[in-house]
């Protein structure tokens, strides 16, 4: 029983109140939990979400079908079909596949599009029951990007 | 047969006795673990369980139906029987300690003359179960949190057992219905102050709880004596924890708080309230504070504890042969 004995227990009773205090103040303060499928965080503008292809003022895909974006895709995730109609030099889009199971979103293809055709949308949620919901085709690219 | 002569008839007494324990034991094991989760949340600034019912009231049975549905998994190299017994040793007598717990002036199973003495050695067997558990798992992690557990509930029974002898000292008695009366014009609490904190510290250490839960260290131990338990089995561990802080507290409030007694509302309300409070505070305690070394816990508890309730039944002694 020394000096230093009871100086300890008055340093325990110190700092298990003041532990105790500021715990219960925690207990009032509003809580930052996002109930997340009710309340959706705002997304930055920027965000790199899910690939969609842009389209002009009449509608019409600005895609040229150059084939840059799915050389420089380093996941390979993207892969097209092109056809070349009849008495045209022009080559066009048949099919266009994005999978999103393999797309890293990077953003190298938006970068490399020499006519700025492609781009991320802000559409995060891409989760599907089946992995085939994950490719991304001409048909659905508009629809599930919003 | 009148209606007073069925009520008075020992089997409806026993039906009607273990129905009502069933029931609040029931409602506490959902009530404790829910606020548990809640108070949990919000110290961290999270909002715990919301999803269930409202702001996640019914989560508990939700945990409850999935833990019923889940396989019971007897591991390999485990001793069968034990494995098996060691839940339930360590949960029956929790029931058996709601026996002398008076809830209200009326509200008593038995009303027994060692109420106390009871209360105290009943709750000793649920150690057993414990290190049954350890032992019979086979399992590092479970034998090392068993003796621990050991330890520190032989540690810790001492200075429990010197403050509650300071209560029996003043009232002079072991009947808890006596001991409440005894507490008609004053709380117990405010003549043995120094009792009821080292009642309530101890208390928190023989629940296992943070900063006492050594024995179920999870960064070191995995989950203590109940790591191979799983399923049902586990549910009943986890469930007697619940129990027991229920038990501890309704015996703070039976001990230091007044018991049931309380103006306004009826003796049952006020009962609650009491050992809900005291419920919280050992919550509160739970999420305000880091876990102790096994050896801080040892030396907190004979070297400061014990001394201090010690102590203080001296000077209680003291003063009631003065006066
Ligand atoms: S974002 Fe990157 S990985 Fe995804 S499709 Fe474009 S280039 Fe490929
Ligand atoms: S880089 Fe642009 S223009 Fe070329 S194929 Fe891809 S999306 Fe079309």
Known sequence: ?146 | MDLAMIADSIIVKVILSIAGVMIVFTINALFATWLERKVAGHIQLRLGPMEVGFHGVLQGAADGLKLIAKEIITPKGVDKKLFALAPYLAFFPTLLMFVVIPFSDKLQVRDLNIGLLYFFSISCIATIGIFMAGWASNNKYSLMGAVRSIAQSIAYEIPIILSILSVVIITQSLKLSEIVSYQSKFWIVLVQPVAFVVYVISAIAELNRTPFDIPEAESELVAGFHTEYSGMRFAVFFMAEYTNIFLVSAMATTLFLGGWRGPFFPPVVWFFIKTYALVFFIIWVRWAFPRLRPDQLMSFCWKFLTPVALLNLLITTFFMKIF
């Open chain 1, 1 to 146: 029983m020394n000096a230093s004995y009871f100086n300890k227990v008055n340093i325990g009773i110190k700092t298990v109140i003041k532990g105790l205090a500021l715990s219960i103040s925690y207990l009032f303060k509003k809580p930052v939990t996002l109930q997340y499928p009710h309340e959706k965080k705002r997304i930055a503008q920027r965000y790199r979400g899910s690939i969609r292809l842009k389209r002009n003022e009449e509608g019409a895909l600005k895609c040229i079908a150059c084939g840059s974006c799915e050389k420089i895709c380093p996941a390979g995730a993207i892969k097209m079909v092109t056809v070349t109609p009849e008495g045209s030099k022009k080559k066009q889009l048949s099919e266009f596949y994005v999978d999103l199971g393999l797309c890293i979103y990077c953003g190298l293809c938006v970068d490399t599009c020499p006519v700025d055709a492609i781009e991320h949308s802000i559409v995060y949620e891409v989760a599907e029951r089946k992995k085939d919901g994950l490719i991304l085709r001409l048909d659905n690219l508009g629809e599930k990007n919003v």
